[in-house]
C-alpha cells in the first residue's frame, strides 16, 4: 500500500510540475505576442518623437510616404473631441509577408498630444465617435505618456482613417497647463518594415549582388525562392540565397555589377508624419469676445440713431 501510494503521489507531482511548465511556457508566448506588435517603439524608446522632430517609427520602415491630420483649430477645456490620422494609399497592393506569402497591407499610427491631453474615457464618448472607433484599440505609448497614443497594426483596407477621441485638460484643475496654442504630431505607416528593431533586414527588401561578375544558374528551391550562382570576372563562384516572395529581375546569363538588384524592390509601403495646431480656449475670453461684440453692436446702433436724429435737427432748422 505505501508503495502504490508512493508512485501515485509521485505521478501526480509529475503531472503538477508538467503543467506549471505549460502554464509558464504559455504565459511567454502570450507576453513574447503581446510585446511583438503593434509598438516596437515602445521597448527601445522612452520618447518616439526624437530631438529632430522625427517620430522613430521611421528607423524601420524606410520609405517614406504622405500622411494627413485633422483637428479642431480650437477646443474649450474638459471637452471631448476628435483627431483624424488619414493613411492613403492604392487598396490593390499586396505586401510580403514574414512567411514569404503575399497579402494586404495593415496600418498603423501614432498622435503625440500635448502634456495634460490624453485619450477620451469611453463614458465620456459620444456614441458618433464610438461608431467611428469601434473594433480600433487605441492604447498609451506608456504609463507616464499617457499624451501619446498608439494604434496598429490593422487591416489597412477598413482603416485608411483613423479616429482617436481626445479629452482636453482643464487649466482651472491643473496648473501646469494653459490657454495657449498646442502642436499635435502624428504619424502613420503603411505596410511593413525593412528593418527589425534588433536592426536586422526584413524580408521586405530588395536583393543586390555582392559582386560583379555572370549569372551561370538560377535554381527555384523546393521550400520557395531562389538560388542565384554567379561567377565573378576573377573566376571565384558565389551563391545569392533569394528569400520567398520576391520577383527575380535578372535571368541566367546576365552580366551583374556589384550591388545591382537581383530582385524587385517589393516595399509598397511606408512611413510619413505630418502636425497640426490646437489653441486651448478659455471660455472666460470666449463670453469677453461676446460681450465687446454685443456692446460694439448696440453702440453703432446709437451712434446711427443719433445721427438721424441730428439730421432731422438740422432740417427742421433749415425750414424754419
Not at 14 to 24: A, N, W
Not at 41 to 65: D, F, M, S, W
Not at 209 to 234: F, H, M, P, R, V
Not at 277 to 283: A, F, M
Request: hydrophobic share 35%; proline share 6%; aromatic share 8%.
Amino acid at each position: 500500500m505505501n508503495l502504490h501510494y508512493q508512485n501515485n503521489l509521485i505521478k501526480k507531482m509529475i503531472m503538477l510540475l508538467f503543467l506549471i511548465i505549460g502554464i509558464s511556457q504559455t504565459n511567454l508566448l502570450l507576453q513574447n505576442k503581446a510585446q511583438a506588435f503593434p509598438v516596437y517603439a515602445q521597448q527601445g524608446y522612452e520618447n518616439p518623437r526624437e530631438a529632430t522632430g522625427r517620430i522613430v517609427c521611421a528607423n524601420c520602415h524606410l520609405a517614406q510616404k504622405n500622411i494627413s491630420i485633422e483637428a479642431p483649430k480650437s477646443i474649450l477645456p474638459n471637452t471631448v473631441f476628435e483627431t483624424t490620422v488619414k493613411i492613403p494609399y492604392n487598396l490593390q497592393s499586396k505586401q510580403i509577408l514574414s512567411n514569404g506569402t503575399k497579402g494586404k497591407l495593415n496600418v498603423g499610427a501614432i498622435v503625440i498630444l500635448p502634456d495634460g491631453f490624453q485619450l477620451a474615457p469611453s463614458n465620456l464618448i459620444s456614441d458618433e465617435i464610438k461608431a467611428k472607433t469601434k473594433n480600433v484599440y487605441i492604447q498609451p505609448y506608456s504609463t507616464d505618456k499617457k499624451n501619446i497614443l498608439v494604434v496598429g497594426p490593422m487591416a489597412g483596407n477598413a482603416n485608411q482613417e483613423i479616429t482617436f477621441p481626445i479629452l482636453s485638460p482643464d487649466p482651472n484643475k491643473d496648473k501646469s497647463i494653459h490657454f495657449l496654442k498646442y502642436p499635435i504630431y502624428a504619424g502613420g505607416n503603411r505596410g511593413r518594415g525593412q528593418v527589425y528593431p534588433n536592426g536586422d533586414k526584413s524580408n521586405n527588401n530588395a536583393i543586390t549582388s555582392s559582386i560583379s561578375g555572370k549569372i551561370t544558374d538560377i535554381q527555384e528551391l523546393e521550400k520557395g525562392g531562389y538560388q542565384i550562382d554567379i561567377q565573378a570576372l576573377d573566376g571565384n563562384n558565389i551563391s545569392e540565397n533569394i528569400p520567398p516572395g520576391l520577383d527575380l529581375q535578372v535571368a541566367k546569363g546576365d552580366n551583374v555589377i556589384s550591388n545591382q538588384l537581383l530582385t524587385q524592390d517589393p516595399n509598397v509601403g511606408g512611413f510619413g508624419q505630418n502636425e497640426t495646431e490646437i489653441v486651448l480656449q478659455s471660455p472666460v475670453r470666449i463670453q469677453g469676445m461676446i460681450a465687446f461684440f454685443i456692446i460694439t453692436a448696440i453702440s453703432q446702433i446709437f451712434f446711427v440713431l443719433k445721427k438721424k436724429q441730428w439730421e432731422k435737427v438740422q432740417v427742421s432748422e433749415m425750414n424754419f
